[in-house]
C-alpha cells in the first residue's frame, strides 16, 4: 500500500458517521484503505472489533462482503443497522410502516413521563426511558430490532424531552439515516461474538481484516447506553469482564491490565491469522500512548512486538495518522500493514515475556509512587489470565 498521510489524517472531512460511538473509524479513512488495497470484486471484509460498524458499510458501498464481530451490545446494534442497506427503497417504507405500527400502542400510552430526571443512580435517573424500553423489547421481530434499540439510544440523550416526545423525535431521525443510507448489493453479517472466535466462523477465506482493536487502559465502553441495553435483557456485566485492556479491570494493581492485554491481543492475532487467507492482509489501527498509573505505554509497539515474535506474518508497512480530539489535543495512532505468509501457524506463547519486557521499559520512566505497583506485578506475572471469552 502506498498511502498518502493527508488521506490518512482525513483532512478534507465531508462525511460523518450516523452513530455516536466514541473511537469510531472516520468514513473516509476506511474508504481510503479499501481503495488502496487493490481488492478482488469478490472480497471478503472483516472487522473482528466492529463497534459502530463504518468498516461493514463502506465496504458493502465498495460492493464487497464484510463480516464484523462486536461484543458490545450497544455497538452491535448499530453495526446491525447498515444490514438495512440490503433492501430497496420500497422494502425501507414498508419497514418503517411496520414499526411505526409496533410502535403506536406504546407510545399511546405514555403521558408527560421524563426521559431523565436528577439522579445519581442511572437506573433512577433514566426510569421513564427503561420503562419504555421495557416495553418496546416485547415487540417480537428481530428485524426490527436494530431500529429499535438505535431509536431508543437516541433518546437517551434527549435529557429535557419527555418520552413521547422524545420518540417521535428519534422516530423521524433515524427513519431519515435509514433512508439515507446507501443502497448495496453486498450482504453484511455482523455477529454478537468475541473477535477471539473468528476463525471459529471464518476459516482460511478473509481477504482483509481492517480493523481498531482497544487499547490498553481503555475507556469502559460497557456503560455505553445502559438503561437501555439492561433493559433488553444484555448482561453488561458479562460484557465487562470480556473488555480487552478495560481501566475498570485489575483495580488492585492496575498494571496487570498490561499483561492481560497482551494475553489477549496475542489471542485474537492468532486467530486472525487462521482465518485470513494465504497472503491476507492485517491491517490495524492503534492508539499510540496509553497510560496507566501515569505511566506512558505504546500500544503500537507492543502488538507489532506480539506479532513479530509468535510468527505467521510479514510486515508490509508501518504508517501514522493524526487528529485533533474534542479537546483540541493533537492524538498520534499507528497504522500496521500485516500480511499473512507461510503455512506454519503462528506461536502464540510469549504474551507475559513481551508484557514483562514493555513493563520494564514503563519503570524507567514511572513516578517514584508506583514503583511499588511495577515489583508487585512482576511477581504475579505467571498467574494473569487472559479475559474470557464472550459467548
Not at 495518522?321 to 505468509?341: A, C, M, T, Y
Request: glycine letters at 6%; aromatic letters at 10%; proline letters at 4%.
Amino acid at each position: 500500500m502506498n498511502l498518502i498521510q493527508e488521506k490518512l489524517d482525513v483532512q478534507q472531512k465531508k462525511r460523518s458517521n450516523i452513530f455516536n460511538w466514541r473511537g469510531q473509524f472516520t468514513p473516509e479513512f476506511v474508504e481510503y484503505i479499501l481503495d488502496s488495497a487493490n481488492l478482488q470484486p469478490d472480497a471478503l471484509i472483516a472487522d473482528p472489533f466492529a463497534g459502530s460498524g463504518t468498516v461493514l458499510i463502506e465496504s458493502a458501498v465498495k460492493g464487497y462482503s464484510s463480516v464484523g464481530f462486536e461484543i458490545n451490545p450497544a455497538a452491535y446494534q448499530m453495526a446491525s443497522f447498515y444490514k438495512y442497506s440490503i433492501l430497496n427503497l420500497a422494502q425501507r417504507h414498508e419497514l418503517l410502516f411496520q414499526i411505526g405500527k409496533e410502535l403506536t400502542p406504546v407510545v399511546s400510552k405514555l403521558n408527560g413521563q421524563a426521559i431523565y430526571a436528577d439522579a445519581k443512580d442511572y437506573r433512577t435517573a433514566y426510569r421513564g426511558l427503561i420503562n419504555v424500553s421495557k416495553e418496546i423489547q416485547n415487540i417480537d421481530n428481530n428485524e426490527f430490532l436494530p431500529f429499535l434499540m438505535n431509536l431508543l439510544f437516541l433518546s437517551e440523550k434527549d435529557k429535557k424531552l419527555t418520552v413521547k416526545e422524545s420518540l417521535r423525535s428519534s422516530f423521524n431521525s433515524l427513519k431519515k439515516s435509514l433512508l439515507n443510507l446507501p443502497f448495496c448489493d453486498s450482504e453484511i453479517h455482523v455477529l454478537n461474538s468475541d473477535a477471539r472466535t473468528i476463525s471459529t466462523h471464518y476459516q482460511g477465506n478473509i481477504d482483509l481484516i481492517l480493523t481498531s482493536p482497544p487499547y490498553i487502559n481503555v475507556f469502559n465502553y460497557h456503560q455505553n447506553y445502559r438503561a437501555v441495553t439492561e433493559a433488553f435483557k444484555y448482561d453488561i456485566l458479562d460484557v465487562a469482564h470480556s473488555e480487552f485492556g478495560s481501566n475498570r479491570k485489575n483495580r488492585g494493581n492496575r498494571l496487570l491490565t498490561v499483561v492481560q492485554y497482551c494475553l489477549d491481543m496475542e489471542a485474537s492475532i492468532n486467530n486472525f491469522w487462521h482465518s485470513l487467507k494465504d497472503g491476507g492482509r492485517l491491517v490495524m489501527v492503534v492508539g499510540r500512548e496509553s497510560n496507566v498509573r501515569k505511566t506512558p505505554f505504546y500500544n503500537g509497539e507492543i502488538v507489532s512486538h506480539l506479532i513479530s515474535d509468535m510468527g505467521g506474518y510479514e510486515i508490509k508497512g508501518r504508517e501514522e495518522r493524526s487528529f485533533s480530539n474534542k479537546f483540541g489535543q493533537r492524538i498520534f495512532e499507528d497504522i500496521l500493514i500485516f500480511e499473512k505468509q507461510g503455512k506454519t501457524p503462528p506461536n502464540p506463547k510469549n504474551a507475559v515475556t513481551i508484557a514483562e519486557s514493555h513493563l520494564k521499559e514503563a519503570e524507567k520512566v514511572a513516578p517514584t509512587d508506583v514503583i511499588c505497583d511495577f515489583r508487585d506485578v512482576y511477581l504475579k506475572l505467571n498467574n494473569v489470565k487472559p479475559s474470557p471469552i464472550f459467548e
